[in-house]
């Protein structure tokens, strides 16, 4: 079992930035990492991955060099840096995990993660 808590959401103007956190606990090695997003009447889409070694890392088009997803396995927290924020970037963001996997591993859809935290909201002003 894995317990994921996201932190970091809130309400910023466009052209800001926030850093999203994501604390997990009970079996997190070896574990990859995702964060995905999900604006209201939207389907729930990828964001970003991060292998358990960090080796390998993965964005969405729309979030390409805008956006760093980073981990700390000393401390069990996968980040997500989120900068030049648009309006459209405004959604509920939820982490997830899959333990497993070799170093380079990482999952680009919901279906192969098998843990999820609550959601953290971010809202994008313009």
């Known amino acids: 079992q894995v317990q994921l808590v996201e932190s970091g959401g809130g309400l910023v103007q466009a052209g800001g930035s926030l850093r999203l956190s994501c604390a997990a606990s009970?079996?997190?090695?070896?574990?990859?990492m995702g964060w995905f997003r999900q604006a209201p009447g939207k389907e729930r889409e990828f964001v970003a991955a991060?292998?358990?070694?960090?080796?390998?890392?993965d964005y969405a088009d729309s979030v390409k060099g805008r956006f760093t997803i980073s981990r700390d396995n000393a401390k069990n927290t996968v980040y997500l840096q989120m900068n030049s924020l648009k309006p459209e970037d405004t959604a509920v963001y939820y982490c997830a995990a899959r333990p497993g996997g070799s170093s380079y591993y990482t999952a680009l859809d919901s279906y192969e993660y098998d843990y999820w935290g609550q959601g953290t909201q971010v809202t994008v002003s313009s």
């Open positions: 991060i292998s358990w070694t960090g080796g390998r890392i």
């Open positions: 009970g079996r997190t090695f070896p574990i990859a």
